[in-house]
């Protein structure tokens, strides 16, 4: 049994981890684009890395989450897909081969598709099964991502005052570095499953290994075919509007780039506030009541910041949007947590990351297609698609959709 004051350390280790690691991916993926345009790829090319990085983590999210679900050490798991990434990256700073170039980014993808499900499946971990803990350590983890893209933005804007491009991609290195050292500190064993949890063919010793229903029939018979579905709705008008938020600012509200990123900041800032406050609140009630409430944080926003140019109310805007990931987020993995048996959680969480990457990809494509005719198709088109995935969860939440 370890000391209350030894684990505390220890899942604070972990979470500052966690911070860590996406502030320094956050800042090399900003710098990535100008790398490739410091090597002459065209538009199409630079714009294909993010759809080649996308799609390799939502491939290989759910694998990592099997992984997960079947180690003993998950915590060593989570160090692996941290560090090899960071270390992939500093491999393209010295590459002047565009086809080498995105070969290693699609590596680093391919461990970078890891981090979530194994680092969510970890913060369960630390639940031990109740519900309150379960669902304070999942609002945790999201505050951690919040935390650290604040740290990433921050550490961007002074980085690229100083030094280049590949500068940006060894500090980002730093803070792979010490994310692998904090989480060294965090080390975990999995406790094994209850015996009455299991299939009577599971062996304890690798309790994935007798588990033979495929995801999609886990899915359908604990009804979370919403959670899934508005997890990919919810990341199109949001990934969408941000992809072309820095433009939209300046030529619609007439804002210098300098003042749209700083409105652009309140975004984790909500994300950051609201899982704080999931933290206390998720486990008391209805996750689905949060689940409705991420798509009304959506769409209110996005129709301020089409009509309005208060700058308090487009930062207010901007902050509802960060909360509504964070509402998202936290509750839809509290019903995967919930609704998949306990020793295969992880591989729930990466497919619904797999869900999110591909309405993350989705995203940015229709805002291109509706803002070539005009913002205002781009923003009804958001609108409409916010309007209806809270409809979906409404009735998800009143009429509890059949399994």
């Not at 692998?180 to 949890?197: D, F, Q």
């Amino acid at each position: 049994m370890i000391p209350e004051t030894r684990l505390r350390r220890r899942q604070g280790a972990f979470y500052l981890s966690v911070s860590l690691k996406f502030g320094g991916a956050m800042a090399i993926a900003y710098v990535l684009q100008l790398m490739l345009k410091d090597l002459g790829a065209p538009i199409v090319i630079i714009t294909m890395a993010a759809s080649i990085h996308g799609l390799m983590q939502a491939i290989c999210s759910p694998a990592w989450g099997r992984k997960s679900d079947a180690s003993k050490r998950p915590a060593l798991l989570y160090v692996t897909v941290i560090a090899v990434p960071f270390l992939v990256f500093q491999l393209l700073g010295v590459t002047s081969s565009i086809a080498l170039f995105l070969l290693f980014l699609a590596a680093a993808a391919c461990f970078d598709g890891g981090f979530i499900p194994v680092g969510l499946d970890i913060s369960m971990l630390y639940g031990e099964h109740h519900r309150e803990k379960v669902s304070r350590h999942i609002s945790i983890f999201n505050a951690s991502l919040a935390f650290g893209s604040i740290l990433g933005r921050l550490s961007l804007a002074a980085a690229l005052s100083w030094v280049s491009a590949s500068g940006v991609l060894r500090i980002g290195g730093l803070f792979g570095l010490f994310s692998v050292l904090a989480a060294l500190a965090a080390g975990i064993r999995r406790k094994p499953v209850p015996a009455s949890e299991l299939p009577t063919e599971v062996n304890m010793e690798t309790p994935y290994a007798g588990e033979t229903r495929i995801p999609v029939k886990i899915i359908s018979q604990a009804g979370l075919w919403p959670v899934y579905i508005g997890t990919l709705m919810l990341n199109i008008p949001i990934i969408g509007f941000i992809s072309l938020s820095g433009v939209f600012q300046m030529d619609h509200h007439q804002l210098s780039f300098s003042s749209a990123a700083f409105l652009a900041a309140f975004d984790p800032l909500g994300m950051f506030l609201a899982s704080l406050l999931l933290a206390r609140l998720l486990h008391s009630r209805n996750p689905k009541t949060f689940l409705a409430a991420a798509f009304l944080c959506t769409a209110l926003p996005l129709a301020v910041l089409y009509l309005s140019s208060s700058l308090a109310a487009l930062a207010c805007s901007w902050a509802l949007l960060g909360a509504s990931t964070a509402l998202f987020q936290s509750a839809g993995s509290l019903c995967i947590a919930e609704g998949f048996p306990k020793h295969r959680r992880a591989e729930g969480i990466g497919l619904q990351w797999t869900a999110a990457t591909i309405g993350m990809v989705a995203g940015p494509l229709a805002a291109g297609a509706a803002a070539s005719v005009s913002y205002s198709l781009m923003f009804l088109v958001f609108f409409l698609v916010s309007l209806a995935g809270m409809a979906y969860m409404i009735i998800y939440r009143a009429f509890d959709l059949p399994k």
